[in-house]
């Protein structure tokens, strides 16, 4: 069994467009052997865009977020002390807090992160799948 955190657009993706995900990304959210997990940076980082325009088809996820998570049957994965201190302290070149939070939270909980973001595998030691 593999603890799966998906990003924001993969969590997206994987509720609405899932041919949008790659071969080996749908393969393993479809395994029932997967956990599936879901940040609340990712709840951030999604109703943030959407009010600022950013990413206006997200509404169904911006407005709910823990509903679309739970049919999908994804765990909700809060954001700790742990966490930020983490985020803020990797040497990564990498300015964006999502994907720092996302990665943190990677490390820290033992998770393999699924995301499109090519900026992930610059980090040595994560667990990730394209």
């Keep these: ?19 949008r995900l790659s071969r ?10 997967n956990t599936l997990v879901v940040s609340a940076a990712s709840a951030w980082e999604v109703t943030t865009k959407y009010r ?23 765990a ?9 201190t983490r985020a803020g302290s990797l040497e990564w070149n990498h300015t964006d807090p999502f994907d720092r939070m996302l990665a943190a939270q990677a490390f820290l909980e033992d998770l393999t992160l699924v995301s499109v973001d090519r900026a992930f595998a610059k980090l040595q030691g994560l667990k990730l799948i394209r």
């Design 52 to 74: 600022l325009g950013r990413w206006p088809e997200a509404e169904r996820l911006a407005t709910q977020f823990a509903e679309t998570a739970e049919a999908l049957g994804a």
């Design 76 to 84: 909700l994965l809060p954001i700790t002390v742990h966490h930020a």
């Design 24 to 33: 080996a990304a749908r393969a393993a959210l479809s395994d029932p052997a």
């Design 1 to 19: 069994m593999t603890a799966l955190l998906l990003d924001s657009h993969v969590f997206a993706w994987a509720t609405d467009r899932p041919d």
